[in-house]
């Protein structure tokens, strides 16, 4: 158990907004209980359910700050300051694919004031498409990892394969300018150069665009399939939990779900 320090008082006001890979972000204001003004130089700790730092920060001279969390979990921020006394807030959840804004108030002297106020969560909007397609099911059940339209936006500069490899387990294996996608645990592919077909010796992940299997090979990377300003999504699977649908015989290198734009 870690305990909460009681003699400095702190509210937080959380109202939570579409965010973008696989990102969970927490981000807000640290301010003074009784002005209001912000508060910088203020050190905080992200503590998970088990009491280990998920993350820090320090506060801006506009006492903002920003943690990014690479799954979904529950923290306390513990703030330090000079002048303030320490404080330890109670859990603030951040759901996947969420950003969650917070104002943490601190005083030097305690004040009788709520802990936490939860005043709003929005989720990022969900697409049709996507939902007549199972996407947000699968996300729910959490077996792969996921990529949405939010997380792409974030990294407009990025190519394809260089916003894939930010998520979790993934990695990019370069060849001149072409650029593969792969899961870490399989190991980079070895490519050889061939005619047609597959390259030898290489553990290359089936690719799917809106449903349909398509070329992943020597001389087709993953940029050459689509650019990231079509993609609306990404399903990455090492294999377990890959929907039935797309697992065959030859999906040991793990099966990728690319998932375009559409009106809605």
Request: charged share 20%.
């Amino acid at each position: 158990m870690i305990p909460i320090l009681r003699p400095a008082a702190v509210a937080l006001a959380l109202l939570a907004a579409a965010s973008p890979l696989s990102a969970q972000v927490l981000r807000g204001k640290v301010v003074d209980a009784v002005s209001g003004e912000p508060v910088p130089q203020t050190a905080l700790s992200a503590l998970g359910a088990d009491g280990k730092e998920a993350g820090r920060a320090r506060t801006g001279a506009d006492g903002g700050f920003y943690l990014q969390f690479a799954t979904a979990m529950e923290v306390r921020l513990q703030t330090q300051r000079a002048g303030y006394r320490p404080t330890l807030t109670a859990a603030v959840p951040v759901a996947v694919s969420e950003t969650v804004y917070v104002e943490v108030r601190v005083s030097a002297a305690p004040l009788q004031i709520e802990p936490l106020r939860v005043t709003a969560r929005v989720e990022p909007p969900r697409r049709r498409f996507l939902e007549l397609n199972g996407f947000y099911r699968r996300q729910r059940e959490g077996f792969g990892g996921f990529v949405r339209r939010e997380d792409i936006e974030r990294h407009r500069s990025s190519s394809l394969a260089q916003v894939l490899q930010r998520s979790r387990g993934m990695g990019i294996h370069y060849r001149g300018s072409k650029q593969y996608i792969y899961f870490l645990r399989n190991g980079p592919p070895k490519l050889i150069n061939v005619v047609r077909g597959p390259p030898q010796n290489a553990c290359m992940p089936r690719v799917y665009l809106d449903g349909s299997r398509v070329t992943y090979d020597a001389q087709n990377d993953i940029n050459s399939i689509v650019s990231p300003d079509q993609v609306e999504a990404v399903e990455m699977y090492n294999t377990a939990g890959a929907p039935v649908e797309y697992v065959g015989s030859n999906t040991a290198c793990g099966v990728i779900l690319i998932w375009t734009r559409h009106e809605q």
